[in-house]
């Protein structure tokens, strides 16, 4: 017998050995039975494919909103706080002016009272 | 036929996974065969194959809706059980003779060629490696070419037909071993040589 038949010969052989066996029509009902005796939280069946992949997109696009918002909230802070700067710049000015006007009335006033004085 | 005998796998499997008992037990039913062979062969145990081909059907209805496909669902049984069978070798104790002689009697349908090849076959595979009996019965009982075989023990093409190639030699040898009167023990039949 040659090489390449024995391999096939055995082969062969194992294909027979190693044919299936049943192991019976009560199989199924035994599975069931453990799956029954499980507790209730492993009995659901795990979500599926589909959903694990629309709860990660809502988780991903919640965490993009989040940030959106929060990023938002800080632009707007930002804005209000240059517009108080702004704002503060301006009452500065406004009042610097109203000082000068008036520290320049004061001055006026004494000029004259003491030209007065002297010409009398 | 009932309903459910009707029902393509892929619609077993969708109903699976949306929550249908009925339809996952139909494809307990389906794959029962494979994966308890597979487990037997492995274990050379009959009450223990039964114990763990139930543990990977209760894996299976756990998790389910990871399972793409009908080829996905036949690959992902024979990994799981081939996975499960090699850990439980590593953890457990061998089987004593008696139990592999039941498990023999009960092993297989009635025999079409020599029973007492077939047993010694099957007793000279049980005394191969885990890994490299998982190839053996992946080939010549699933019948998956060493490209599928890589892929459900991850193990490299070439490991695989190294594994075959070993273990078809030392089968071949031992038989040789045992019947040096010239038994041919491909065919049962004696020869002159």
Do not use: C
């Not at chain 1, 066996?21 to 453990?34: E, I, K, N, S, Y």
């Not at chain 2, 039964?50 to 389910?64: C, G, P, T």
Request: proline share 4%; net charge neutral; aromatic share 4%.
């Amino acid at each position: 017998m040659s090489d390449e038949r024995t391999n096939h010969d055995l082969e062969q052989s194992l294909r027979a050995a190693l044919r299936p066996a049943d192991p019976g029509a009560d199989f199924p009902a035994g599975v069931l039975a453990r799956l029954a005796a499980e507790p209730a939280r492993t009995l659901r069946p795990a979500r599926s494919l589909a959903t694990a992949s629309w709860l990660t997109f809502a988780l991903a696009a919640s965490v993009v909103l989040g940030l959106f918002i929060a990023h938002e909230r800080q632009v707007r802070r930002t804005e209000q706080g240059l517009e108080a700067r702004r704002q503060l710049i301006q009452a500065l000015r406004v009042t610097g002016e109203k000082l000068e006007l008036a520290s320049r009335a004061v001055n006026t006033t004494e000029h004259s009272t003491d030209s007065l004085h002297s010409g009398a | 036929m009932s309903g459910e005998q009707a029902w393509t796998e892929g619609t077993l499997l969708e109903r699976a996974i949306a929550g249908d008992t009925a339809a996952f037990a139909a494809l307990v039913r389906r794959h029962q065969r494979s994966v308890y062979s597979l487990a037997l062969r492995m274990l050379a145990d009959r009450f223990q194959a039964e114990d763990l081909a139930q543990e990977v059907f209760l894996q299976l209805f756990r998790s389910i809706g990871s399972v793409e496909s009908e080829a996905h669902l036949a690959f992902w049984l024979r990994r799981v059980t081939v996975n499960r069978a090699i850990d439980r070798l590593r953890r457990e104790p061998p089987v004593t003779q008696a139990a592999l002689a039941e498990a023999d009697a009960l092993a297989a349908e009635p025999v079409h060629v020599d029973p007492i090849l077939e047993r010694r076959l099957r007793a000279l595979l049980r005394e191969l490696a885990p890994a490299a009996r998982a190839v053996v019965l992946l080939r010549y009982q699933e019948d998956l070419d060493p490209t599928e075989i890589a892929r459900t023990l991850k193990m490299s093409r070439n490991t695989v037909k190294s594994h075959l190639q070993r273990s078809l030699a030392t089968l071949r040898e031992r038989l040789g071993e045992e019947d040096p009167d010239g038994r041919s023990w491909a065919t049962g039949e004696r020869t002159l040589t």
